[in-house]
Protein backbone atom coordinates (compact mmCIF):
# COMPACT_ATOMS: atom_id res chain seq x y z
CA UNK A 1 0.00 0.00 0.00
CA UNK A 2 2.90 2.59 0.94
CA UNK A 3 4.93 1.53 -2.10
CA UNK A 4 1.51 2.52 -4.30
CA UNK A 5 1.32 5.79 -2.35
CA UNK A 6 4.91 6.58 -3.36
CA UNK A 7 4.46 5.51 -6.54
CA UNK A 8 1.51 7.78 -7.19
CA UNK A 9 3.13 10.65 -5.38
CA UNK A 10 6.15 10.63 -7.75
CA UNK A 11 3.66 10.03 -10.99
CA UNK A 12 1.84 13.20 -9.72
CA UNK A 13 5.18 15.40 -9.01
CA UNK A 14 6.75 14.76 -12.08
CA UNK A 15 3.64 15.32 -13.81
CA UNK A 16 3.09 18.40 -12.24
CA UNK A 17 6.56 19.74 -12.35
CA UNK A 18 6.68 19.20 -16.31
CA UNK A 19 4.40 21.09 -16.68
CA UNK A 20 4.92 23.76 -14.15
CA UNK A 21 8.28 24.26 -15.16
CA UNK A 22 6.60 25.65 -18.54
CA UNK A 23 4.16 27.64 -16.89
CA UNK A 24 6.24 28.75 -14.32
CA UNK A 25 3.74 28.33 -11.35
CA UNK A 26 2.66 26.16 -8.56
CA UNK A 27 -1.08 26.81 -9.27
CA UNK A 28 -3.15 23.87 -9.36
CA UNK A 29 -5.03 24.56 -12.34
CA UNK A 30 -1.85 24.57 -14.11
CA UNK A 31 -1.57 20.42 -13.05
CA UNK A 32 -4.74 20.40 -14.04
CA UNK A 33 -4.43 21.60 -17.14
CA UNK A 34 -1.28 19.34 -17.66
CA UNK A 35 -3.29 16.66 -17.04
CA UNK A 36 -5.68 17.43 -19.38
CA UNK A 37 -6.39 16.44 -23.24
CA UNK A 38 -8.35 18.43 -25.73
CA UNK A 39 -11.92 17.52 -26.57
CA UNK A 40 -13.64 18.91 -29.28
CA UNK A 41 -17.55 19.46 -29.39
CA UNK A 42 -19.89 20.62 -32.09
CA UNK A 43 -22.96 22.99 -30.90
CA UNK A 44 -25.59 22.16 -33.22
CA UNK A 45 -27.37 24.86 -31.37
CA UNK A 46 -24.58 27.58 -32.11
CA UNK A 47 -23.58 25.68 -35.20
CA UNK A 48 -19.48 25.84 -34.12
CA UNK A 49 -16.89 23.87 -33.33
CA UNK A 50 -15.87 24.31 -29.91
CA UNK A 51 -12.34 22.75 -28.49
CA UNK A 52 -11.66 23.16 -24.60
CA UNK A 53 -9.42 21.16 -21.97
CA UNK A 54 -11.13 18.25 -20.81
CA UNK A 55 -10.74 19.74 -17.10
CA UNK A 56 -13.08 21.78 -18.06
CA UNK A 57 -17.05 20.54 -17.66
CA UNK A 58 -19.69 20.92 -20.08
CA UNK A 59 -22.64 22.42 -18.49
CA UNK A 60 -25.70 21.92 -19.96
CA UNK A 61 -28.19 25.35 -20.19
CA UNK A 62 -31.52 26.24 -21.28
CA UNK A 63 -30.15 29.36 -23.23
CA UNK A 64 -30.46 28.58 -27.21
CA UNK A 65 -27.40 31.08 -27.72
CA UNK A 66 -24.50 29.70 -25.20
CA UNK A 67 -22.67 27.05 -24.40
CA UNK A 68 -20.57 27.06 -20.91
CA UNK A 69 -17.66 24.71 -19.95
CA UNK A 70 -16.06 25.10 -16.19
CA UNK A 71 -14.00 24.00 -13.03
CA UNK A 72 -14.71 25.94 -9.70
CA UNK A 73 -13.33 29.38 -10.55
CA UNK A 74 -12.49 29.04 -14.82
CA UNK A 75 -15.23 29.41 -17.22
CA UNK A 76 -14.97 29.36 -21.58
CA UNK A 77 -18.32 30.58 -22.81
CA UNK A 78 -19.42 30.62 -26.45
CA UNK A 79 -22.28 32.90 -27.34
CA UNK A 80 -23.79 33.38 -31.18
CA UNK A 81 -25.85 36.84 -31.74
CA UNK A 82 -27.15 36.78 -35.66
CA UNK A 83 -27.48 39.69 -37.16
CA UNK A 84 -31.10 41.84 -36.97
CA UNK A 85 -32.42 44.65 -38.80
CA UNK A 86 -32.51 46.76 -36.35
CA UNK A 87 -29.44 48.84 -34.75
CA UNK A 88 -26.91 46.66 -32.86
CA UNK A 89 -24.15 47.12 -30.71
CA UNK A 90 -21.35 44.39 -31.14
CA UNK A 91 -20.81 42.46 -28.01
CA UNK A 92 -17.26 44.13 -27.99
CA UNK A 93 -18.99 47.63 -27.93
CA UNK A 94 -21.29 46.09 -25.20
CA UNK A 95 -17.87 45.17 -23.15
CA UNK A 96 -15.78 48.28 -23.62
CA UNK A 97 -19.12 50.28 -22.60
CA UNK A 98 -18.88 48.08 -19.44
CA UNK A 99 -15.38 49.08 -18.61
CA UNK A 100 -13.25 46.68 -20.76
CA UNK A 101 -9.84 47.36 -22.54
CA UNK A 102 -9.31 47.03 -25.89
CA UNK A 103 -6.42 44.90 -26.59
CA UNK A 104 -6.17 44.01 -30.29
CA UNK A 105 -8.36 45.04 -33.25
CA UNK A 106 -8.82 42.91 -36.72
CA UNK A 107 -10.49 43.15 -39.54
CA UNK A 108 -13.34 40.92 -38.08
CA UNK A 109 -12.66 40.54 -35.24
CA UNK A 110 -11.44 42.44 -31.21
CA UNK A 111 -10.06 41.08 -28.35
CA UNK A 112 -11.17 42.74 -24.80
CA UNK A 113 -10.17 42.59 -21.42
CA UNK A 114 -12.31 43.48 -17.81
CA UNK A 115 -13.31 42.71 -14.79
CA UNK A 116 -16.51 41.64 -13.68
CA UNK A 117 -17.24 41.46 -10.38
CA UNK A 118 -14.19 39.18 -8.56
CA UNK A 119 -13.71 37.76 -11.43
CA UNK A 120 -11.21 38.92 -14.35
CA UNK A 121 -12.07 37.92 -18.15
CA UNK A 122 -10.56 37.86 -21.44
CA UNK A 123 -12.49 37.77 -24.50
CA UNK A 124 -12.64 37.16 -28.33
CA UNK A 125 -15.79 38.79 -30.18
CA UNK A 126 -15.60 36.99 -33.93
CA UNK A 127 -17.71 38.98 -36.38
CA UNK A 128 -18.76 36.83 -40.05
CA UNK A 129 -21.25 38.09 -42.33
CA UNK A 130 -24.60 37.08 -40.38
CA UNK A 131 -23.85 36.67 -36.98
CA UNK A 132 -21.05 37.69 -33.89
CA UNK A 133 -19.40 34.72 -32.29
CA UNK A 134 -18.35 35.51 -28.26
CA UNK A 135 -15.74 33.71 -26.73
CA UNK A 136 -15.40 34.52 -22.85
CA UNK A 137 -12.93 33.06 -20.39
CA UNK A 138 -13.24 34.10 -16.91
CA UNK A 139 -11.42 33.32 -14.07
CA UNK A 140 -10.11 34.30 -10.70
CA UNK A 141 -7.38 36.38 -10.97
CA UNK A 142 -5.04 34.41 -8.55
CA UNK A 143 -5.08 32.49 -11.94
CA UNK A 144 -3.61 34.59 -14.21
CA UNK A 145 -0.65 33.13 -15.15
CA UNK A 146 -2.13 29.46 -15.00
CA UNK A 147 -4.54 30.44 -17.72
CA UNK A 148 -2.30 31.24 -20.50
CA UNK A 149 -2.71 28.29 -22.37
CA UNK A 150 -6.82 29.37 -21.92
CA UNK A 151 -6.17 32.50 -23.28
CA UNK A 152 -3.91 31.39 -26.21
CA UNK A 153 -7.18 29.22 -27.22
CA UNK A 154 -9.68 32.11 -27.02
CA UNK A 155 -7.20 34.49 -29.00
CA UNK A 156 -7.11 31.55 -31.95
CA UNK A 157 -10.15 30.51 -31.79
CA UNK A 158 -12.30 31.06 -35.56
CA UNK A 159 -15.63 29.36 -36.01
Not at 6 to 29: F, M, P, R
Not at 74 to 93: A, I, K, T, W
Not at 102 to 115: K, P, R, V
Request: contains cysteine; glycine residues 6%.
Amino acid sequence: MAFLLIVATACKQQQAKAYVSELDSNDSLSIEMGASQMTSYHSERLGIDITYPSFLRHQYLEEDQMEVFMTDDVSLSFMVEHFDNEFLRSPGQTMMGMGAELLEAGDNYSIHTGQDGDLEYYGKVIEDSTRFVTVILRYDPRHTEAVEPLRQLVRDFMP
